[in-house]
Structure formats: C-alpha cells, structure tokens
C-alpha cells in the first residue's frame, strides 16, 4: 500500500515533547516538507538544543509549557492546528521512579486535552504509544490484536497504564466524536539525541563502553528487544500521519537481540575494554519484545532500513562528539 503525503506546506503542527530524542527528530523532518510546526516543551526529560538549529526558522515556534496543565495562552497555539503529534511523555525506566505523577498526568489529563483541541480543530491527532501496552508479554512476537500483561500496580505502571489510557481516551474520541486518530505503538528506539544518563540500556552502555567502565546489564541479560534506529520510527510515523489508517500500528524493527549481546556489540563497536557485568533487574521488566509488522507493512508499506550495527555506529559517532 502507497500512502500519499497528506502534511506539507501550509500545514500548521502541533508537536507536544518537541525537544525531546524521537520528537526533535519528527519536528525536523516536518520542517523539511515545509510545515510549520509548533513545539511545545517544557524540558522535563527533553532539551533546547535539540532544537537549537531551529530556532532562526520562521516556520518554527517552540512554546515552554507543561502540557498537562491545558493548552498554554500563545499565539502560535492560539491558531487552528491541522495534526496534533502527542509525543510527550518521560520514557526511561529510570523516570518511572522520579516522575511517576508527571507520568501520569501526561498520559492522561494533557491526552484529553489535546483530544479536545483536535476535536475542535478538526485536525488528525496521532498518539504516541509504546509496546509496554503489552507489558510483559505472553504472545510473540507482538501484533496489535493482543491486550496484554501488565501489572497494574507496579513500578513500571504509571508509564504503561498511562499509555494504555491514552490509547482508549483516544479510540473513544473517535468513536464519539468523530476524530480523525491515529496511535502508534513505538518499539524501543534509539539513536543520536539520546541523553547519555537517561538510564535506557543503550546510551548507558555508550557511555559506559567509553568511559572503560564496567557495562551493567540488567539480570542475565538473556532478555531481549527489537532496537529501531530512530530516523526508521520517524518515516513509519511519518506513514502512520499521512494515512487515514487509526491503528494500533507497531513501529520499530525485528532485529530482536538479547542483552548481553547488545552489550557486547557496543563494546566491540566502541573499541572498549569495558567488561560486562551483570546487576539486579527491575520488577515487571519484560522478557522479550518484537513487534509483528505485518500490519505497518500492508497497511503504510513501512519498512524499516537501517542494521543495528550501523545505528549504534551512528549513535556513537553523536555520543562521541557530545562527550568529547
Ligand atoms: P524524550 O524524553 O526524549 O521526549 C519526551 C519529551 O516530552 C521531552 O522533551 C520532555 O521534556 C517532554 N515532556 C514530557 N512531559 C511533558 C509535559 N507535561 N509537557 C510538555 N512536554 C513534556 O523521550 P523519547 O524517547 O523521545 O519519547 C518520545 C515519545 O515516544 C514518548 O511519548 C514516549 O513514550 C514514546 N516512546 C518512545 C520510545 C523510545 O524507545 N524512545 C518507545 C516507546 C514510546
């Protein structure tokens, strides 16, 4: 299936978590099509300079607010939006723990509130899930059509369930209100932008691998993940936008690795003498994880082109030049 660009010039964009690692790089590529796009930030996970090379652009607005707290009195925002990009959210496990209300709420009442504009505007909103909707799953790999396991009262709930609520606040708007939606549920994603002491696994063991210290992998290691190279999501976003397709869609990569091996491989690609070590694993982390794109496929002709091996050396080349 060929999707047609629907978003181009004269188009007005709201993207919320605009400086964040995957928004930033969605706001650039919407810049290119000559949108003009409006970032709203307020900086809780994401960072200025990752839009810095921006800011001079007139078709560019970024707007420091806290989403959750309702849309903020700007005029940039004060104008009809044509797509509404609810990208924001904290994304690390760590942030689980340090800003699990934060979490909550942007996933919840900041959801609603941008359903509300797009309903108003009548623009397309495309919401950014994940595959911890699927918690730890029983079913693999992973296609749309599955619920589930997650534990509801866990350290890592606030996150999921959040999402999970975001994903049915948006099928009802659609449902009752006749918004045009779209969900996508991102598989993990990587790539330049990444903080180095975010506490995701890859940009922990960069950082590791380059400072010669000890890699820390979770437990055995022999959990696994699908890693997708983050300018692979943005063109499957990208499709998700343009299409009239609501999803659930999956998005990322099959390239399923353990981690240990993902360990392994950054070390080796580092040139490191890092050892990996083994540390505690946190509760409810999942067992394994790929996403089952033949939904993405058929329905956007998503195809994901970048090996992990020349991800991660793209990555590291960023991480090297911003450790120095
Ligand atoms: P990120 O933390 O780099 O980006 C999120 C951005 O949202 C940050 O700039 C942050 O400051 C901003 N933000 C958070 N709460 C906000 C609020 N209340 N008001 C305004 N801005 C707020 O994380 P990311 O990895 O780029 O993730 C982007 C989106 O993709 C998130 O919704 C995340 O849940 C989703 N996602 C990412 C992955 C991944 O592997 N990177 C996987 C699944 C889902």
Redesign the pocket.
């Known amino acids: 299936m060929k999707v047609e660009q629907r978003f181009g010039p004269g188009h007005r964009i709201l993207v919320?978590?605009?400086?964040?690692?995957?928004?930033s790089h969605l706001v650039d590529s919407l810049i290119e099509r000559g949108c003009t796009v409006v970032a709203?930030?307020?900086?809780?996970?994401?960072?200025k300079e990752?839009v810095a090379h921006l800011l001079d652009t007139p078709t560019f607005t970024l707007v420091e607010?806290?989403?959750?707290d309702g849309l903020p009195s700007h005029p940039a925002v004060a104008e009809r939006f044509d797509a509404i990009l609810?990208?924001?959210?904290?994304?690390?496990p760590t942030d689980f723990e340090k800003l699990p209300v934060?979490i909550l709420?942007?996933g919840s009442v900041?959801t609603l509130h941008l359903l509300e504009r797009a309903a108003a505007d009548g623009a397309r909103f495309l919401l950014?899930?994940?595959?911890?909707a699927y918690g730890d799953p029983k079913e693999h790999p992973q296609r749309e059509t599955y619920w589930g396991n997650v534990n509801p009262i866990g350290i890592r709930s606030v996150?999921d369930e959040a999402?999970r609520f975001s994903e049915a606040a948006t099928m009802a708007y659609r449902r009752s209100r006749g918004v045009d939606t779209a969900i996508v549920r991102?598989?993990?994603?990587?790539g330049p932008?990444?903080?180095p002491d975010?506490g995701?696994a890859i940009p922990t063991f960069i950082s590791q691998a380059m400072r010669g210290e000890p890699i820390t992998v979770h437990g055995t290691g022999n959990q696994t993940r699908s890693i997708c190279y983050v300018a692979d999501l943005v063109r499957g976003i990208l499709l998700l936008l343009d299409s009239t397709e609501s999803g659930p869609v999956n998005c990322g990569t099959e390239h399923e690795m353990s981690m240990r091996e993902l360990a392994e491989t950054i070390v080796s690609l580092c040139d490191s003498r890092s050892q990996v070590t083994f540390v505690t694993r946190s509760a409810d982390d999942p067992e394994m994880r790929r996403p089952d794109l033949t939904l993405a496929r058929e329905a956007l002709g998503y195809e994901p082109t970048v090996a992990p091996e020349e991800g991660l050396r793209r990555t590291i080349e960023h991480f090297r030049k911003r450790l120095g």
């Open positions: 919320t978590g605009g400086a964040g690692f995957v928004p709203l930030d307020n900086f809780v996970t994401g960072s990752n607010a806290d989403i959750s609810h990208m924001a959210s904290p994304a690390s934060e709420r942007v900041a950014a899930s994940t595959s911890e996150y999402k991102i598989f993990n994603t990587y932008r990444m903080r975010d995701r």
